[in-house]
């Protein structure tokens, strides 16, 4: 009997593999609702790595990192908002989304986990008050 043993390097690349069928699983059977909180929280994944990344002087993946989160923000939160339907609320909720992009633009050209922090929070209040919205909805459909 032989025993085959694989660098470090080729089980976490096996790993991120495993992790990227599990996620594309995830997205395909997801409800719409399901998709928003999908996109959270890689956003949120994003910017923690950010910090992370910015604490060990990792310039090139703290770069890379909220570039990440930025897409994530601009061409899936803000893009899935339905402006027509959400009237005040949506134009408010785009706001806040930039707001956001903007933070993590200022932490990438300023180097600042300041501007870091402020994006992480507003994007975990968001979160927070999009699982809430969505509890209350299903709350409701489940009573009528």
Known sequence: MTTVLYSAQRRASG???YAQVGLESEV???RP????NLLFRGARTAVKKARLHLL??????RGAMISKAVNIVDNGLKAAVNKEAGGVVSEHLISSYELI????LQANLQSDDTHLQTAETMLKNLHEAWNEA????HSESALS
């Open 33 to 36: 609702e399901q998709l928003i």
């Open 101 to 104: 992009i903007y933070h993590l």
């Open 28 to 30: 395909l059977s997801a």
């Open 15 to 17: 790993a991120r593999q």
């Open 134 to 137: 969505v509890d209350l909805a």
């Open 56 to 61: 060990n002087n990792e310039i090139a993946a």
